[in-house]
T-cell receptor
Framework: AQKITQTQPGMFVQEKEAVTLDCTYD???????LFWYKQPSSGEMIFLIYQGSYDEQNATEGRYSLNFQKARKSANLVISASQLGDSAMYFC???????????FGKGTRLSVIA | DAGITQSPRYKITETGRQVTLMCHQTWSHSYMFWYRQDLGHGLRLIYY???????DKGEVPDGYVVSRSKTENFPLTLESATRSQTSVYFC???????????FGQGTRLTVV
């Protein structure tokens, strides 16, 4: 089974609107982390936000927040008040099992429209 | 400058040639990783290293060799480049497993 599934190859959002990027994962571990990265057109990978499986609160970092639903194995990224600079590829990732290197989803390309 | 740097940023090589991609980090992170990024596949792990002289295979290791004689360097060698190895290669590092990894700028490799 695929470890990380991002079902939206591409998304459009109007500037200043909120957008949710979907991520579901497959794990039998009790303790794990979920990560989101941003890749702008310049190509670098930028770490955005982390959610631990035992964290009681959804993670937030500025305009980024995670809608973490453990029972559904989903960790959706919410970007509030979208800006043109948010146009990028977004990747969800988690360790394959335990403390192993991150496995990435195939990404979602977000385009913010003025 | 602190961080993780890759060189070269761009490389064109011919089929059958050996090519080495360099990765250097200044954080003294224990873990280092090599990923390749291809359209439709996201990022796939090639090799990783938990410390100097300790390396392990990832999802797509065939055709690649790594070494890690010093903590700060983790070169990736394509022993005999093939067109299927045309890709963008990312090096990353982290203090430990299970936490965020920080990425270099990437190397775009074209094998002709």
């Amino acid at each position: 089974a695929q470890k990380i599934t991002q079902t939206q190859p591409g998304m459009f959002v109007q500037e200043k609107e909120a957008v949710t990027l979907d991520c579901t994962y497959d794990t039998s571990d009790q303790s794990y982390g979920l990560f989101w990265y941003k890749q702008p057109s310049s190509g670098e990978m930028i770490f955005l936000i982390y959610q631990g499986s035992y964290d009681e609160q959804n993670a937030t970092e500025g305009r980024y927040s995670l809608n973490f639903q453990k029972a559904r194995k989903s960790a959706n990224l919410v970007i509030s008040a979208s800006q043109l600079g948010d146009s990028a590829m977004y990747f969800c990732a988690t360790p394959n099992s335990g403390n192993t290197p991150l496995v990435f989803g195939k990404g979602t390309r977000l385009s913010v429209i003025a | 400058d602190a961080g993780i740097t890759q060189s070269p940023r761009y490389k064109i090589t011919e089929t059958g040639r050996q090519v080495t991609l360099m990765c250097h980090q200044t954080w003294s992170h224990s873990y280092m990783f090599w990923y390749r990024q291809d359209l439709g596949h996201g990022l796939r792990l090639i090799y990783y290293s938990a410390a100097a002289d300790i390396t392990d295979k990832g999802e797509v290791p065939d055709g690649y060799v790594v070494s890690r004689s010093k903590t700060e360097n983790f070169p990736l060698t394509l022993e005999s480049a093939t067109r299927s190895q045309t890709s963008v290669y990312f090096c990353a590092s982290s203090e430990s497993q299970g936490i965020e990894a920080f990425f270099g700028q990437g190397t775009r490799l074209t094998v002709v």
